[in-house]
């Protein structure tokens, strides 16, 4: 499991620009006095997802209306802050210090000290924060119905998901299995990136889109990026 937050440095974010603080925590990626110093993912449905939160609307909507004005909100992000997008970002332009705010899977931060270019006297100045109903999300292990070995899948489903085994793989690699009570030897800085059961009937999956309004999405990913590169 894991949930899509905000990943920011202590050391860089004076305290009434930090996200925690903020009444609208997504408006951190909107401060013009970190242009150049922000990250996103470069991933259309989080992306635009994030900027419909942003407006308190459906992260899951076809509306095209809804999705323009997300879009235009990400231009304007593109324009005045000169916002970077990549997929490493939580696990290094955020690390070395280059980002002050990065879009970031609580996963990522969780295991930046094992693949990323944190190192120990930066690892404390690298906080987390996850918006109240903000986006969740899980990653799947599936056995197919007509699989050879059904027995022994099952069986290895079964050591996956033993408390012990899973909190060993968490230690790995920073994603949260959904088994046993919260896991243990998380620093206190990134405490907000350990989800609770409430957390994922608070939260909001990024569902399937149908065929026209993921194109929609795209077209506007699209918009974003011809703004960036101009």
Not at 1 to 26: C, F, H, Q
Not at 78 to 105: I, K, R
Not at 204 to 223: I, K, M, N, S, Y
Request: charged share 25%; hydrophobic share 40%.
């Amino acid at each position: 499991m894991y949930s899509t937050g905000i990943g920011w440095r202590r050391d860089l974010v004076r305290d009434a620009d930090a996200p925690e603080y903020l009444k609208n925590p997504y408006d951190a990626y909107w401060n013009e006095r970190y242009r150049g110093a922000v990250g996103i993912y470069d991933d259309y449905r989080e992306a635009i997802a994030m900027a419909l939160l942003r407006s308190g609307e459906d992260p899951n909507t076809g509306d095209e209306g809804a999705i323009e004005r997300a879009v235009d909100d990400l231009v304007a992000l593109a324009e005045d802050v000169d916002v970077e997008v990549s997929a490493e970002g939580a696990y290094a332009e955020l690390q070395t210090g280059e980002y002050a705010f990065q879009q970031s899977w609580s996963g990522d931060l969780l295991s930046a000290k094992r693949f990323g270019a944190v190192t120990a006297d930066d690892a404390g100045r690298v906080a987390y924060t996850w918006p109240r109903g903000g986006i969740v999300g899980c990653d799947l292990t599936a056995i197919c119905a007509k699989g050879r070995n059904p027995v022994l899948a099952h069986a290895f489903l079964d050591h996956l998901l033993d408390v012990r085994v899973a909190l060993e793989n968490f230690r790995w690699n920073g994603y949260q299995p959904p088994v046993g009570d919260e896991p243990p030897a998380v620093p206190a800085y990134l405490r907000d990136a350990i989800l609770h059961p409430n957390d994922l009937t608070e939260g909001r999956f990024l569902r399937p889109l149908g065929p026209e309004a993921d194109a929609r999405w795209r077209v506007g990913w699209q918009q974003f990026l011809e703004a960036r590169s101009r």
